[in-house]
């Protein structure tokens, strides 16, 4: 083990960028899962679904990845609410939600996997763009672009969805119907109509997740595997469905894996976000910015 | 049917099972019988659990592994014969499951779902990392050939795990008709409720985590020694995390029937795909039977068959008037 102050600092700013971009593919759970209450663990499938249409439309036309998933983000949202109305008709309904609907989404992960597996084989696949090889330098920091552009526009990203949540009409009807669905049914308001919103958005929030994380790194099909106790792991420890919440808690823990692979090898480095959430699991359910 | 007399007819049905299998002269049968013993008893185990309380487990094959690699870890320090390697499985499963219930049963359902998932990367991390038990690299185990009396290793091995598939079924069928079963049932129906009556809902998840984590870590114990090589990616693989939840949702969860019968339909259906097909299109099968299950018919087979023995011409007007409940009345 290298111990230099050098090192310590790349390895906490490359935490923080790396942290900014699990923001990005957690926002999507904050809101099924923190606000909604839907256990959506096929969320990193989704996400890896968004990884290879950007691929795709990358491959054929050479377009950017990041412009290619705010295109389809429409066609992700269409899925998540289609998906939703499915997961409404067969569980919500019939208050199963718990045990058939969890078995649901893991059916829709395993599915998503083996068709892209079937389909795309099980090779690596990644995306050209301008910002994929260059870095800046600070100083003695090194800013690769590809992980400092995903960074910041998902920083962005969750800025929108952070004002499109507290502003607009819909966002506080997403809030409202994770407290009292009843309560908004008096108001006028289908709280079915609003969740499959809310869903939507959730999905369309993995079209954009989908392509930075092939921007970061190169993907396969079962990739999303390892993003399912981390992303949970932030949505946790950041405190069910709070963005600002969820935005620290990826930085912590992008800071934490990083520290631990840059001085105890990348191996180690999958069991971080885990032990972290069975730790908060234990110790403090409510997260860090628990309502 | 008290128990004695059930344990009685399941054994002699094994013995039938494994006479009739010799009688076939195919080694070939006992691979591919092993294969799917090994999914009646992971079904079995998971239902305990997930069937009986309702909580959803999706580490079935971190505990499966812990069985097998704790089987590893014997054998590279003395090889032990099989039966003494399940006691050791399935306790350090046991021990596992206790804890990790411990941990997060206090919880609502859902995290003790995601948890169990992170279990499974956590403990494949340690795994990889652990040198002692071969890495990343995986084990390899050298098996003798013949065993006396039984004759060729494999048949050992199937017998074994035809047992431990009476043992778990019968535990699973006890539990179902004892006061545990009944105490499970209340928390599957209403958790809440279960608590006000006085229920020890925490001690009884405990009970059925620790059950269920034994009988996962003896199914996986035997596992080296039929696969020869253990690898870690394989060992954790999810296929054994999504079987173990579809061919009891796929058979029916309130009872011991559905398991064995989603195991049995549904593991021979893979082993004739994996010859016939591919091993990835059989995966690809398993998914799409547990969504079409779990949307189409809630209660598995076992519930269709039930409704079809029992339907009355005025049945089904009773059902449609619960399902058209719209949730979000005043409660």
Same mark, same amino acid.
């Given at each position: 083990?290298?111990?230099?102050?050098?090192?310590?600092?790349?390895? &906490?700013?490359?935490?923080? /960028?790396?942290?900014?971009?699990?923001?990005?593919?957690?926002?999507?759970?904050?809101?099924?899962?923190?606000?909604?209450?839907?256990?959506?663990?096929?969320?990193?499938?989704?996400?890896?679904? =968004?990884?290879?249409?950007?691929?795709? &439309?990358?491959?054929?036309?050479?377009?950017?990845?990041?412009?290619?998933?705010?295109?389809?983000?429409?066609?992700?949202? &269409?899925?998540?609410?289609?998906?939703?109305?499915?997961?409404?008709?067969?569980?919500?309904?019939?208050?199963?939600?718990?045990?058939?609907?969890?078995?649901?989404?893991? =059916?829709?992960?395993?599915?998503?996997?083996?068709? /892209?597996?079937?389909?795309?084989?099980?090779?690596?696949?990644?995306?050209?763009?301008?910002?994929?090889?260059?870095?800046?330098?600070?100083?003695?920091?090194?800013?690769?672009?590809?992980?400092?552009?995903?960074?910041? &526009?998902?920083?962005?990203?969750?800025?929108?969805?952070?004002?499109?949540?507290?502003?607009?009409?819909?966002?506080?009807?997403?809030?409202?119907?994770?407290?009292?669905?009843?309560?908004?049914?008096?108001?006028?308001?289908?709280?079915?109509?609003?969740?499959?919103?809310?869903?939507?958005?959730?999905?369309?929030?993995?079209?954009?997740?989908?392509?930075?994380?092939?921007?970061?790194?190169?993907?396969?099909?079962?990739?999303?595997?390892?993003?399912?106790?981390?992303?949970?792991?932030?949505?946790?420890?950041?405190?069910? =469905?709070?963005?600002?919440?969820?935005?620290?808690?990826?930085? /912590?823990?992008?800071?934490?894996?990083?520290?631990?692979?840059?001085?105890?090898?990348?191996?180690?480095?999958?069991?971080?976000?885990?032990?972290? /959430?069975?730790?908060?699991?234990?110790?403090?359910?409510?997260?860090?910015?628990?309502? | 049917?008290?128990?004695?007399?059930?344990?009685?007819?399941?054994?002699?049905?094994?013995?039938? %099972?494994?006479?009739?299998?010799?009688?076939?002269?195919?080694?070939?049968?006992?691979?591919?019988?092993?294969?799917?013993?090994?999914?009646?008893? @992971?079904?079995?185990?998971?239902? !305990?659990?997930?069937? #009986?309380?309702? #909580? %959803?487990?999706?580490?079935?094959?971190?505990?499966?592994?812990?069985?097998? #690699?704790?089987? %590893?870890?014997?054998?590279?320090?003395?090889?032990?014969?099989?039966?003494?390697?399940?006691?050791?499985?399935?306790?350090?499963?046991?021990?596992?499951?206790?804890?990790?219930?411990?941990?997060?049963?206090?919880?609502?359902?859902?995290?003790?779902?995601?948890?169990?998932?992170?279990?499974?990367?956590?403990?494949?991390?340690?795994?990889?990392?652990?040198?002692?038990?071969?890495?990343?690299?995986?084990?390899?185990?050298?098996?003798?050939?013949?065993?006396?009396?039984?004759?060729?290793? !494999?048949?050992?091995?199937?017998?074994?795990?035809?047992?431990?598939?009476?043992?778990?079924?019968?535990?699973?069928?006890?539990?179902?008709?004892?006061? @545990?079963?009944?105490?499970?049932?209340?928390?599957?129906?209403?958790?809440?409720?279960?608590?006000?009556?006085?229920?020890?809902?925490?001690? @009884?998840?405990?009970?059925?985590?620790?059950?269920?984590?034994?009988?996962?870590?003896?199914?996986?114990?035997?596992?080296?020694?039929?696969?020869?090589?253990?690898?870690?990616?394989?060992?954790?693989?999810?296929?054994?995390?999504?079987?173990?939840?579809?061919?009891?949702?796929?058979?029916?969860?309130?009872?011991?029937?559905?398991?064995?019968?989603?195991?049995?339909?549904?593991?021979?259906?893979?082993?004739?795909?994996?010859?016939?097909?591919?091993?990835? %299109?059989?995966?690809?099968?398993?998914?799409?039977?547990?969504?079409?299950?779990? !949307?189409?018919?809630?209660?598995? !087979?076992?519930?269709?068959?039930?409704?079809? @023995?029992?339907?009355?011409?005025?049945?089904?007007?009773?059902?449609?008037?619960?399902?058209?409940?719209?949730?979000?009345?005043?409660?």
């Amino acid at each position: 083990m290298i111990f230099s102050f050098d090192l310590l600092i790349n390895a &906490v700013v490359s935490g923080v /960028l790396i942290g900014g971009f699990y923001a990005a593919v957690t926002c999507g759970v904050s809101l099924s899962f923190g606000i909604l209450d839907i256990v959506n663990i096929a969320h990193p499938a989704f996400i890896i679904l =968004g990884s290879y249409v950007a691929y795709i &439309v990358n491959a054929t036309f050479g377009l950017d990845p990041i412009l290619t998933a705010i295109i389809m983000t429409p066609a992700f949202f &269409v899925l998540g609410a289609g998906i939703y109305q499915v997961y409404y008709v067969s569980f919500e309904k019939r208050g199963q939600e718990s045990l058939r609907g969890l078995a649901f989404f893991f =059916g829709l992960l395993f599915i998503t996997e083996v068709s /892209l597996v079937l389909y795309f084989g099980v090779d690596y696949r990644y995306v050209d763009a301008v910002y994929i090889g260059p870095s800046v330098h600070l100083g003695q920091l090194d800013l690769p672009l590809r992980i400092l552009v995903p960074c910041l &526009v998902s920083l962005l990203l969750i800025a929108v969805l952070q004002l499109i949540l507290t502003r607009t009409f819909i966002g506080r009807a997403i809030m409202a119907v994770a407290q009292d669905s009843f309560a908004l049914r008096l108001m006028a308001v289908d709280p079915v109509r609003i969740k499959r919103i809310a869903f939507g958005i959730s999905i369309a929030t993995a079209s954009l997740a989908g392509a930075f994380l092939i921007i970061i790194q190169p993907v396969e099909p079962s990739v999303g595997r390892e993003y399912i106790g981390r992303v949970f792991a932030i949505c946790v420890l950041g405190g069910m =469905g709070s963005l600002p919440g969820t935005v620290i808690a990826a930085m /912590l823990i992008g800071i934490v894996e990083s520290l631990t692979s840059t001085f105890y090898g990348p191996s180690w480095a999958p069991a971080v976000s885990f032990g972290f /959430l069975l730790l908060t699991l234990a110790v403090r359910p409510a997260g860090i910015m628990g309502r | 049917m008290r128990t004695p007399t059930f344990l009685l007819v399941c054994l002699v049905v094994a013995a039938a %099972v494994f006479a009739s299998a010799v009688a076939f002269g195919n080694d070939y049968v006992f691979f591919a019988g092993y294969v799917v013993l090994q999914y009646v008893v @992971l079904s079995t185990a998971w239902n !305990i659990l997930g069937g #009986y309380c309702g #909580y %959803v487990n999706f580490g079935s094959a971190a505990f499966f592994a812990l069985g097998a #690699y704790s089987s %590893v870890a014997i054998y590279k320090f003395h090889p032990l014969p099989i039966p003494v390697l399940l006691v050791f499985g399935g306790a350090v499963s046991g021990l596992v499951g206790f804890g990790m219930g411990y941990l997060t049963l206090r919880l609502r359902g859902a995290f003790f779902a995601i948890a169990t998932l992170a279990l499974a990367v956590v403990l494949q991390t340690l795994v990889v990392n652990w040198d002692y038990v071969g890495g990343s690299r995986g084990a390899y185990i050298v098996r003798p050939e013949v065993i006396e009396p039984i004759g060729n290793y !494999i048949r050992y091995l199937f017998l074994i795990m035809i047992l431990l598939a009476v043992a778990a079924i019968t535990v699973a069928r006890l539990i179902e008709h004892s006061r @545990l079963g009944y105490g499970f049932a209340t928390i599957r129906d209403d958790e809440l409720a279960a608590e006000a009556c006085g229920v020890p809902t925490l001690r @009884l998840k405990l009970v059925a985590t620790t059950i269920s984590g034994a009988l996962m870590g003896m199914a996986g114990a035997p596992f080296p020694y039929y696969i020869g090589y253990l690898q870690p990616s394989s060992t954790f693989g999810l296929d054994y995390a999504v079987n173990s939840i579809a061919m009891p949702l796929i058979g029916g969860t309130t009872s011991w029937v559905g398991p064995l019968v989603g195991a049995l339909l549904l593991g021979s259906l893979q082993q004739i795909a994996t010859v016939t097909i591919s091993s990835a %299109v059989n995966l690809l099968i398993v998914g799409c039977l547990l969504v079409g299950f779990v !949307i189409v018919a809630p209660n598995g !087979i076992v519930g269709l068959v039930h409704t079809y @023995l029992q339907r009355k011409p005025d049945d089904f007007v009773g059902r449609r008037k619960v399902d058209a409940d719209q949730p979000g009345t005043v409660p």
